[in-house]
């Protein structure tokens, strides 16, 4: 499986639109800032299914600040962060994504990419949309999963 991770779009919607044509994901876990784009991408791509939280500069949306997703029994968190306080540290963070047992925390607000394996969480940030960056993750069928940054102009 393919999922797409993407965060602080920021009115970058053809890049954005680049960016899920070029990967083709199964899934979009859309951690915050931009949901605009987002709420359009959507429309766009009806047979992809969206994962979205809200982030601080998401004002209007109705997106709520944390989202949980089980995909194939691994437990993702998905936050943008700003309520976390992950510009100064991870630790919040970290407590939360304890209290919930995730295996996977994806994460955005710092606009800089970040893969961390921490006491059986994975912690991921996509880097920002705005600045060309996002992630993808792949799960194989033996539930083995991959993360990598990318990059796109």
């Given at each position: 499986m393919?999922?797409?991770?993407?965060?602080?779009?920021?009115?970058?919607?053809e890049?954005?639109?680049?960016?899920?044509?070029m990967e083709?994901?199964?899934?979009?876990l859309?951690?915050?800032?931009?949901?605009?784009?987002?709420i359009?991408?959507?429309?766009?791509f009806?047979?992809?299914?969206?994962?979205c939280?809200?982030?601080?500069?998401?004002?209007?949306?109705?997106?709520?600040?944390?989202e949980?997703?089980?995909?194939?029994d691994?437990?993702?968190?998905?936050?943008?962060?700003h309520?976390?306080?992950?510009?100064?540290?991870?630790?919040?963070?970290?407590?939360?994504?304890?209290?919930?047992?995730?295996?996977?925390?994806?994460?955005?607000?710092?606009?800089?990419?970040?893969?961390?394996?921490?006491?059986?969480?994975?912690y991921?940030?996509?880097?920002?949309?705005?600045?060309g960056?996002?992630?993808v993750?792949?799960?194989?069928?033996d539930?083995?999963?991959?993360?990598?940054?990318?990059?796109?102009?």
């Amino acid at each position: 499986m393919k999922i797409l991770a993407i965060s602080d779009v920021h009115g970058c919607f053809e890049r954005l639109y680049k960016i899920i044509k070029m990967e083709n994901p199964e899934i979009i876990l859309f951690s915050g800032d931009g949901y605009e784009d987002v709420i359009d991408m959507q429309y766009a791509f009806p047979e992809i299914k969206f994962v979205c939280a809200r982030g601080n500069c998401d004002y209007n949306s109705s997106f709520n600040d944390e989202e949980i997703i089980e995909i194939f029994d691994k437990k993702f968190f998905i936050t943008h962060g700003h309520i976390y306080g992950v510009k100064r540290n991870y630790f919040q963070i970290e407590m939360r994504a304890k209290e919930l047992d995730a295996n996977v925390v994806v994460f955005g607000h710092t606009h800089s990419p970040y893969l961390k394996n921490k006491e059986q969480t994975i912690y991921f940030n996509p880097g920002a949309v705005l600045c060309g960056s996002y992630g993808v993750i792949t799960i194989n069928e033996d539930k083995n999963i991959k993360l990598i940054h990318k990059e796109v102009k």
